[in-house]
């Protein structure tokens, strides 16, 4: 188990130390609570290129959390993270075969600290440092596999004024979660002294929207610097603002603004509203615009960026069933900025949260430069018929420009589907299969790349 050096830790003890009397209380009042998590994946690569590359995988893991009960506003909580292989191809090394995303480096067990910090709570205000777990539009936990990503941060809330949540704070590390460890090869570009031009023609950017100087492949379980992960310098980390407005019915409004020192600042914004059809109670139509715009500070490490994107989302409710249509556009590259990289105007996330509108399951094209992409999705849950099933299918389709990185114009597609069942009989149980069908995800000069891939996950929450 990695050994735990986190400031927040010793701060915690101390304040304990003061309130002695009470601590008692604290620990014999806390709360337990985690989730056992089965996981298995199947992912059979396809297309023109000849790839037979058949992936395969099974892990049994999840994650185990305690909190205090708080003394005059104060708690502390820990929680521990493991996945481990189970019925797996005796060679874990073999990536043709075992598909990496379920385990930490070299594809082995692994189990750590993945939460611990203190949180005080004084009437509406409260503070969050250490260790923890966040979900923001630019910088979340991309929940897709066995272990999540994690955030080392000192995060302050408030919600003095109605319809009002003000968040200020400061985000200094990055656990990358094991989805990110599919990609791991692309990044031995980069680490190889090779150009970010390079790792997006091999479909990095195209993967993660932004990309990293890290190997992904054996990061997982570590926290690192916020800079070092992105561009392989150390930085001073993130720091973050937003202010999200519900004051006015069936309306959110919402603006972030992260400024990530010596790389880039990101600002989001976000509007959706619903209402109710004049011509049927019965549906609910909504509308959603979003906008994303990035700009290099500091000495620029992330080199020249200037990109913005949009988005729009239009949908209806009626009774169970769900759906809507969704486009999204990213600015264009010129023929120089491409040859420079293609990142001038692509919109980089290296620190997960992706929120886009148009995003697939795995396909996350959407924010490469010049980007046209489109999604239709509908879902339906079957309450009304007695079990509690949801299902939902979508289709998206990315048109990128020929200066988006790859050298090429062409279009990329993914189809999907996800299916969740809670059983009546079993309280916190979820049954979830998953599926997506990406097709020319990667083209190049030997053809084109895509897979089909199935997922089986057991989650049951405690």
């Known amino acids: 188990m990695k050994k735990i050096t986190l400031s927040a830790v010793a701060l915690g003890l101390l304040v304990s130390a003061n309130a002695a009397d009470s601590l008692s209380t604290m620990f014999s009042e806390g709360k337990a609570s985690g989730q056992i998590r089965e996981f298995s994946v199947d992912r059979e690569y396809q297309g023109s290129a000849g790839n037979t590359t058949h992936r395969r995988a099974n892990a049994i893991g999840g994650h185990l959390k305690f909190e205090t009960a708080d003394y005059k506003g104060l708690s502390f909580a820990t929680a521990f993270y493991t996945t481990n292989g189970f019925l797996n191809d005796t060679d874990y090394t073999d990536t043709s075969k075992v598909d990496p995303t379920l385990f930490g480096p070299g594809n082995e067990n692994l189990s750590f600290i993945g939460e611990v910090y203190f949180n005080y709570k004084y009437e509406k205000t409260n503070f969050k440092a250490g260790r923890q777990t ?42 990358q979660g094991t989805f990110g460890r599919v990609y791991s090869g692309y990044n031995n570009v980069i680490d190889g002294g090779g150009s970010v031009a390079s790792a997006q023609a091999n479909g990095l950017l195209a993967v993660t929207g932004g990309y990293s100087y890290v190997d992904t492949k054996n ?14 310098q150390k930085t001073d980390g993130v720091s973050v603002a937003s202010v999200v407005y519900t004051g006015i ?189 990406p097709r020319s995800f990667h083209e190049g000069a030997t053809g084109t790349t895509g897979w089909s891939e199935y997922r089986l996950i057991v989650n049951y929450n405690f």
């Not at 990061?219 to 392989?232: H, L, P, Q, R, S």
């Not at 109670?281 to 200037?306: H, M, S, T």
Request: charged share 15%; glycine share 10%.
């Open 249 to 437: 019915e069936n309306l959110k409004l919402q603006l972030w603004d992260y400024y990530a020192y010596d790389l880039m600042n990101v600002i989001y914004a976000q509007a959706d509203y619903s209402w109710t059809c004049l011509l049927s109670d019965a549906v609910k139509p909504y509308a959603a615009v979003q906008f994303i715009r990035e700009d290099n500070v500091g000495k620029d490490l992330a080199g020249d960026v200037n990109s913005m994107y949009w988005g729009a989302k239009l949908g209806a409710k009626v009774e169970n069933f769900n759906a809507y249509i969704a486009y999204s556009q990213t600015g264009e590259n010129s023929a120089a900025e491409a040859a420079a990289g293609g990142t001038a105007n692509a919109i980089l996330t290296p620190w997960g949260g992706m929120s886009a509108f148009t995003q697939g399951m795995v396909t996350r094209h959407m924010y490469l430069a010049g980007t046209k992409a489109s999604k239709v999705a509908a879902s339906y849950n079957f309450k009304g018929f007695g079990p509690d099933l949801s299902t939902l299918a979508y289709y998206t389709s990315f048109d990128m420009h020929e200066n988006s990185g790859y050298g090429i114009a062409r279009t990329a597609t993914e189809a999907g589907y996800d299916i969740i069942y809670y059983p009546e009989a079993v309280k916190g149980l979820q049954l979830r299969t998953r599926a997506n069908f």
């Open 134 to 175: 966040l979900e923001t539009p630019m910088a979340g936990g991309d929940d897709a596999r066995m272990i999540r990503s994690l955030f080392e941060a000192y995060m302050l809330t408030n919600t003095d004024i109605d319809g009002v949540t003000l968040t200020a704070g400061h985000i200094q590390g990055f656990s």
């Open 219 to 232: 990061n997982v379980g570590d926290f690192v610097n916020m800079g070092t992960y992105a561009i392989g």
